[in-house]
């Protein structure tokens, strides 16, 4: 016999003492015996007899019931009624002392429709962390049997008898889920179940709430439950184990963050922009969506007929897994704070990745969108050659060792021609991670623009092109141009006489430590001009050459340009010496550092109080025929031969200056 058997039938089997009661209480002991024995028997139909019908449509309304009333551990043992309290007409509530121990319980008596006395309720005392309490036997096997229920519900029920359970909050947003995530949902709450596959809850409970705990293979499942309107329903149900695949912390907030993924989908396929701003994360709908042509990548339709949905809750977050053959979506979405305490969760999306299976791309909304957007500003900026917003939509890296060291007065000197256009033609976007990749046609040639992921925003990393002789990247090629143009416009600067200072301190910036100790550290202004290199410099590029720490820049070609030794010191490449070309002779050529070394030697250096202007004259073809320098006193002789040096340098008493005499060191 049961514990639980044992327990009703000692207490009314077991000759009954009545303290001071003689026979008085015969009706009430006849009730509970009656209960007693039909308990014992297992004979739900007796029980329901000897009860009343609230205690029939509550404790005893499964078939299940005897076998859920034993988990009340009803105490056994000499059983005597100590009190019989008369409530009203129809009412008695007996008090009764169990066992040893002296148990007390309480049994509620009503008087039913045929006057008879059947038993309407039982209280067992509970002590639970120091305090005491009589629960209602009633109440205990209402809330079990509700869990079975529930159970018997999610594990084979239809869509109605999953819904029929929940409280009114957890049913609305249940019913708004996907039918095959419900079903999903609904078996993972009631799977893995122990071994022994017995029913084993443990609840705790007050007046309106009560928490029962059901074991699985691996930790438990938690339901939170509210008594609403005398009836238990769910209000929440939770997975605890350490299983990260299997563990669910709320299937409510689960719920809602499901249907606001759901709406998400169905607000971006109608291309709803004010729906969007009220399901995403500020930052993502301004930065990314907000401005985005839409159509350039989709998302899965929301009903999600060809995509599985796996979804995660991790403290304030859900992140979402959408499966097919062809790709699986990731949508992070997290919680915003709860407004009031009874607040609905509400989760907005913060970011969406779209990895493609065939191509193992990845691409991220924010990326697409974001890119797109900085790079057309950065496009138009770059088209108008407007500093200060290059730098805005340009990365820390590229900013620094280009951008930054550029000038209003040194930007029109590079070789930016190619992205004089502002409209582009996108031809396709490629996303690593932190990189992503677009490809456009600009003036009819192929760019290719780096955007990388720099504190939240993609910035314009480095752009690559397809130009002959030079490296593919724009920042490669404009970091080895700068200081070249920079020594141009020092040179430039040294025909004022009065910027003297300020020409040698450009010059001497750019210029490798031997150049210097050779030349521009012997002398406080700019020697003869600098041979007006700055000229030269101004022919087109032509090639790099990349060696250990060393660059040559080849500008223009055998009849006119120069040749640049760049050699790597102080974190960058800066300039070594230039070799200047008028002709395809070598006799044509001059090495700028040992020709200005050597007038400084032979004190035949000359300041540029005497030397205005420096030009070229391009011919039809287009190239350059020569260099000339004019003066201030001699402008009406103008000698049109190759580096014909300037005539105020020609004292009648002095050797005349030939810079390609044999007693220069030429470069090979």
């Known amino acids: 016999m049961s514990r639980a058997v044992r ?3 000692w207490s009314v089997g077991l000759a009954l003492s009545v303290a001071g009661a003689g026979c008085a209480h015969m ?14 028997a297992q004979n739900l139909e007796g029980l329901k007899v000897a009860s009343s019908d609230d205690f029939n449509k509550r404790a005893l309304r499964t078939a299940t019931a005897l076998e859920d009333i034993k988990i009340l551990r009803i105490p056994d043992g000499k059983t005597s009624i100590m009190n019989v309290e008369k409530v009203s007409e129809t009412k008695k ?13 309480f049994y509620e008596l009503t008087l039913d429709d045929s006057g008879k006395w059947v038993i309407d309720d039982i209280y067992l005392k509970q002590k639970k962390k120091g305090i005491e309490a009589y629960k209602s036997v009633t109440e205990q096997m209402d809330l079990l049997l509700t869990v079975r229920e529930f159970l018997d519900a999610w594990n084979h029920g239809d ?25 999903q949902v609904t078996r993972q709450v009631t799977s893995n179940k122990p071994a022994s596959g017995k029913f084993r809850p443990s609840a705790s409970m007050d007046e309106k709430l009560a928490v029962v705990r059901l074991p699985r293979k691996s930790g438990e499942t938690v339901l939170s439950m509210e008594l609403r309107k005398g009836k238990w329903q769910v209000a929440d149900i939770a997975i605890l184990c350490k299983d990260e695949e299997e563990k669910l912390p709320s299937v409510l907030n689960l719920a809602h963050a499901v249907n606001r993924c759901v709406g998400f989908l169905a607000a971006y396929q109608a291309d709803d922009k004010t729906r969007l701003e009220t399901l995403c994360e500020n930052d993502f709908f301004q930065g990314s969506l907000s401005f985005a042509d839409l159509s350039q990548a989709r998302l899965p339709d929301p009903h999600l007929p060809e995509h599985e949905l796996q979804v995660r809750l991790r403290g304030n977050r859900a992140d979402f897994t959408l499966r097919s053959e062809a790709e699986f979506i990731q949508i992070d979405m997290q919680r915003e704070p709860d407004i009031t305490s009874d607040a609905l969760p509400a989760y907005v ?6 990895y493609e299976v065939d191509t193992k791309q990845e691409k991220r909304l924010s990326a697409l969108f974001t890119a797109q957007g900085m790079l057309e500003v950065f496009v138009d900026a770059l088209s108008h050659r407007k500093l200060d917003q290059i730098k805005h939509c340009s990365t820390r890296d590229f900013s620094s060792r280009v951008w930054d060291k550029m000038s209003e007065a040194t930007v029109p000197s590079m070789p930016l021609e190619g992205f004089d256009s502002p409209e582009v033609e996108y031809v396709s976007a490629t996303f690593q991670g932190a990189l992503t990749k677009i490809e456009v046609r600009q003036g009819g040639r192929p760019y290719t623009y780096l955007l990388r992921d720099e504190r939240g925003k993609f910035l314009v990393d480095d752009v690559q092109w397809q130009v002959t002789g030079v490296p593919a990247s724009v920042k490669s090629t404009l970091e080895i141009l700068i200081p070249i143009q920079d020594f141009a416009a020092g040179i430039t600067l040294g025909r004022n006489a009065e910027q003297q200072e300020q020409a040698l301190d450009l010059i001497r910036g750019n210029c490798t430590n ?18 007006s290199a700055d000229t030269f410099l101004q022919a087109p590029v032509k090639s790099m050459a990349f060696g250990d720490k060393e660059v040559v820049v080849n500008f223009g070609d055998q009849k006119y340009g120069a040749k640049v030794t760049l050699r790597h010191e102080y974190d960058r490449y800066i300039v070594d010496d230039i070799m200047l070309i008028a002709g395809p002779e070598e006799s044509q050529r001059l090495a700028l550092r040992q020709t200005l070394r050597t007038q400084l030697a032979n004190g035949k250096a000359r300041g540029p109080q005497t030397v205005v202007q420096a030009s070229f004259s391009p011919k039809e073809d287009p190239q350059v025929e020569r260099a000339v320098h004019q003066t201030s006193e001699e402008t009406d002789d103008i000698s049109p031969a190759a580096f014909n040096p300037p005539r105020e340098l020609e004292p009648e008493d002095a050797e005349p200056l030939d810079p390609f005499a044999d007693e220069f060191q030429q470069e090979p």
């Open 7 to 9: 327990s009703v039938v």
């Open 27 to 40: 009706i009430e002991n006849r009730a509970i015996t009656t209960f007693a024995k039909n308990l014992e």
């Open 93 to 105: 509530r007996v008090t009764v002392q169990v066992g040893e121990d002296k148990k007390e319980v």
């Open 159 to 183: 869509r109605e008898q999953v819904l029929s359970v929940a409280t009114p909050k957890l049913r609305t947003a249940l019913e708004e889920l996907p039918p095959p995530f419900l079903a």
């Open 349 to 354: 999306v913060s970011d969406v990745t779209i």
């Open 514 to 531: 031997d150049f210097n100790r050779m030349v521009w550290s012997q002398s406080d202004f700019v020697p003869n001009s600098g041979m």
